[in-house]
């Protein structure tokens, strides 16, 4: 029968013992973010996790059994440490307009904090099932925005169909990077993709 004094003892012990875990856990999660967002997932490999990691892969194996697992905690990981940009923020402005504008600028500042990691994330995706996987939550994200940015307007039909798809487009990442890529400063970016959403709706989205 364990005695009073050792039962102390052991909690502590694996206490310890979990905190050693997570922050091992952390560490290999971590060391393939950074390569993820350096060389992309496609050219990543476990024995250079581990690496970076200062572990063996057996110890990296213990804490994801497969590579899903571990772009699926890199996911999770890297989001929460980049949150998106607020979503009822956009719905609180009434006017179309105005909520547009806020929310090219906020999502392009996104994009220009981020574009290292999304730019191979999103090259790869179509290598990897695992690196396409990875990035669903920005799709869901960027589809939830698409349809908090189209509230207010009357448009119907076709109409609003080429309307959604406008915001989509213009809310994507492959859209602002071609714009920055051809030296198109932010504010530029969003004076450019607000009129082409405005020929989407069929007027003027202030009015």
């Known amino acids: 029968m364990m005695s009073r004094e050792s039962r102390p003892k052991r909690k502590y012990e694996l206490k310890q013992r979990a905190a050693?875990?997570?922050?091992?856990?952390?560490?290999?999660?971590?060391?393939?973010?950074?390569?993820?967002?350096?060389?992309?997932?496609?050219?990543?490999?476990?024995?250079?996790?581990?690496?970076?990691?200062?572990?063996?892969?057996?110890?990296?194996?213990?804490?994801?059994?497969?590579?899903?697992?571990?772009f699926q905690a890199c996911s999770e990981h890297y989001f929460a440490a980049h949150p998106f940009p607020d979503l009822d923020t956009w719905r609180a402005i009434r006017d179309p307009g105005?909520?547009?504008?806020?929310?090219?600028d906020e999502l392009y500042?996104?994009?220009?904090?981020?574009?290292?990691?999304?730019?191979?994330?999103?090259?790869?995706a179509d290598l990897l099932d695992h690196a396409r996987d990875a990035i669903a939550p920005?799709?869901?994200?960027l589809d939830q925005a698409a349809e908090t940015l189209i509230r207010g307007h009357r448009t119907?039909?076709?109409r609003r169909h080429?309307?959604?798809?406008?915001?989509?487009?213009?809310?994507?990442?492959?859209t602002w990077r071609s714009l920055t890529t051809n030296?198109?400063?932010?504010?530029?970016?969003?004076?450019?993709?607000?009129?082409?959403v405005e020929a989407a709706a069929g007027s003027p989205l202030n009015t």
Do not use: C, W
Not at 183 to 196: H, K, N, Y
């Open 20 to 70: 050693e875990m997570a922050e091992t856990h952390r560490r290999i999660t971590e060391a393939a973010i950074e390569l993820h967002g350096t060389i992309g997932p496609a050219r990543t490999t476990l024995s250079a996790v581990a690496q970076r990691a200062g572990v063996e892969r057996r110890t990296l194996y213990r804490h994801f059994p497969s590579d899903a697992d571990l």
């Open 98 to 104: 105005l909520r547009l504008g806020k929310a090219l």
């Open 109 to 124: 500042t996104y994009y220009e904090h981020t574009e290292p990691m999304l730019a191979n994330a999103l090259r790869d």
């Open 138 to 141: 920005l799709d869901a994200y």
């Open 156 to 158: 119907r039909s076709r």
């Open 162 to 174: 080429l309307l959604r798809a406008a915001l989509r487009h213009g809310i994507a990442f492959s």
């Open 183 to 196: 030296s198109i400063a932010r504010a530029e970016a969003v004076t450019l993709i607000t009129a082409f």
